[in-house]
């Protein structure tokens, strides 16, 4: 049974990422926020797993055996940084999930998601004043060069603020990245957080509620600058998802309010131009073909190393990008194989089919976890956003757990004889 735990290792995730990211150690984040919540699990001598935890244990397995086929000091560099943020998420959740409801509510995971959501709209709003700016960070001074020609390692360290691209010819495009790697992490981490801050708005109040509502109003400008379809779809499937159970609910009236918010949206995205941008983005870059070239390879590649593939992304044959970049999915399948990329979606299935009947305020978790089961396909989940989700899915599936179901049948009065 899940027991009374402190709250700080949370609140440790929540806060700590600006003053890692600054000094170069953006990638600790994770590994040390886990770290801080195994210490007071094994102090506790307590841990409540997860239904389903055996797949995702079954996954991490394969993901350490996959080591054995790291074949450079670069590439070993970049998979010890994603195994340290994938067990160090993977710790965060295992710790929510073994607290009660009552010492690490849903409002504390809430809150803390809350200050990274602050975190990310700073980042996008200072990647398109300083587009140009790469931080040269305390920690990138003392890093080898070897592990530097890593790109991973290399973007973590050095981060840049924006990501700046040129589909037209001569004319830049800035994207906001900070304090993500690449601007698809920027949009991934905003749209998975999006359903958790509108329900987290309506569960504060005083100048709570106005710096959610002011920070959400703020994120609206850098989110439009990405020019991110996943950042749209995934919004768009919130939306989507949010009314569809309304309507079969038989709560018309907010179905009406989604279908009303997702033609506004529309509309005001195509006066504003930021469809049409999309649009000639599209064309310009070739990024649909390109995607659909690298996937093609992966698949072929593991099928080379169906069991542990490649333990990392690795160059593409066709394209000037690596294979496995353009997706966790994929980065999965060529990294560890098959088997543990059908244990990784089985995962994530399972967790968003056990948390279906999460009630408010860890509805919107779950919701969450559908949006997330949509952009793991296009999006890479190795920092923040694969933490977003395991902790979305635990907390939708503890309400369901921990829920106190009414008796089915009533108890049979007994008349004294």
Not at 118 to 126: D, E, K, Q, S
Not at 181 to 195: D, T
Not at 241 to 253: D, Q, S
Not at 277 to 299: H, P
């Amino acid at each position: 049974m899940p027991q009374d735990l402190p709250r700080w290792p949370i609140v440790f995730f929540g806060l700590s990422f600006p003053v890692l990211w600054l000094a170069g150690l953006g990638f600790a984040y994770l590994p040390l926020s886990g770290a801080l919540a195994v210490v007071v699990l094994v102090r506790r001598h307590h841990a409540v797993l997860p239904p389903a935890w055996y797949l995702w244990f079954g996954y991490l397995v394969l993901v350490l055996a996959s080591v054995v086929q790291i074949d450079t000091i670069g590439r070993l560099s970049g998979y010890l940084l994603r195994v340290g943020m994938l067990l160090g998420a993977s710790a965060l959740a295992l710790y929510v999930y073994s607290a009660t409801p009552r010492s690490v509510g849903v409002p504390v995971v809430y809150r803390s998601l809350a200050w990274l959501w602050a975190f990310l709209v700073v980042g996008g709003w200072l990647g398109l004043v300083f587009p140009e700016v790469v931080l040269h960070t305390p920690f990138a001074s003392v890093v080898p060069g070897p592990l530097m020609s890593n790109e991973l390692v290399n973007s973590l360290v050095q981060p840049p603020l924006a990501q700046i691209e040129y589909p037209y010819g001569e004319d830049p495009v800035i994207r906001p990245a900070a304090p993500l790697p690449a601007a698809n992490g920027w949009g991934c981490n905003v749209a998975l957080l999006a359903p958790v801050m509108v329900r987290y708005f309506t569960m504060v109040s005083g100048w709570r509620r106005i710096g959610v509502a002011g920070i959400g109003l703020l994120a609206v400008i850098p989110a439009a600058a990405t020019l991110n379809r996943g950042l749209f779809v995934g919004l768009g499937v919130a939306l989507g998802y949010v009314g569809l159970r309304a309507v079969f609910a038989g709560r018309l009236v907010t179905a009406a309010a989604v279908i009303g918010v997702l033609l506004g949206a529309f509309a005001l995205a195509s006066l504003a131009g930021v469809t049409a941008s999309v649009s000639d983005r599209l064309d310009s870059s070739g990024t649909n073909d390109t995607r659909t070239s690298l996937y093609d390879e992966a698949v072929a590649r593991t099928a080379e190393s169906p069991l542990l593939g490649y333990g990392a992304p690795r160059p593409s044959l066709r394209q000037e990008i690596s294979v496995g970049t353009q997706g966790h999915v994929w980065n999965v399948m060529i990294s560890h194989g098959f088997v543990a990329l059908a244990l990784f979606i089985a995962y994530f299935l399972v967790s968003t089919w056990q948390g279906r009947q999460a009630r408010a305020p860890a509805d919107a978790a779950h919701v969450t976890t559908v949006v997330g089961c949509v952009l793991l396909w296009f999006y890479g989940f190795d920092g923040p956003q694969l933490a977003v989700l395991l902790l979305a899915g635990v907390v939708a599936v503890r309400d369901v757990r921990t829920r106190p179901w009414p008796a089915l049948s009533q108890p049979r009065c007994e008349v004294a004889a």
